[in-house]
């Protein structure tokens, strides 16, 4: 009777502490269609102090199945560096953007949305295209297209970076 309780007890505190994530945007590139996919892990509502964000690659040239990054891969291109957290917003940057912070807030509605620089216009940020040359042992960026959703008039606006 007592472990039931206890088990009782257990479930009902687990259950208050409740765990999902927010999709942010993702990383498309030239080469295929897999994607890099940015998530915020939200705790009770709240963005999730001690683990915020989760990337990870969507592999939809195969079957759709996820897969870790791997650690070259973090630290050298979709990895991303906390700034600052609280539980209503996030600043980090991309390991390989790191002049362009992405600042997580919620809107009105109560959704988190990726807010970035479009043309000089605030944007809920929804896709990071890089187009690539082939050729050496890596391939080259040869253009990123930063894609989203101006915060004020909801047009879908884009812009083109060109890496130095």
Not at 5 to 11: E, K, P, R
Request: proline share 4%; with cysteine; aromatic share 10%.
């Amino acid at each position: 009777m007592r472990a039931f309780i206890l088990a009782g007890l257990l479930y009902s505190t687990a259950s208050l502490c409740e765990s999902t994530v927010a999709p942010l945007f993702v990383i498309q590139r030239s080469l295929n269609r897999n994607e890099v996919v940015y998530d915020l892990r939200l705790k009770d509502s709240k963005i999730d102090l001690e683990l915020p964000l989760d990337d990870y690659w969507r592999m939809w040239a195969k079957t759709g199945q996820r897969e870790e990054l791997t650690g070259f891969e973090r630290t050298r291109a979709y990895g991303y560096e906390i700034r600052s957290a609280g539980p209503e917003t996030l600043t980090f940057v991309l390991v390989s953007l790191r002049s362009h912070p992405i600042e997580v807030k919620r809107k009105v509605t109560g959704e988190f949305v990726a807010v970035f620089p479009i043309l000089k216009r605030l944007a809920q940020l929804t896709t990071v295209f890089i187009q690539l040359k082939s050729g050496g042992i890596l391939p080259r960026i040869d253009w990123i297209e930063v894609r989203g959703r101006d915060l004020e008039t909801q047009e879908f606006i884009y812009e083109r970076l060109i890496p130095r």
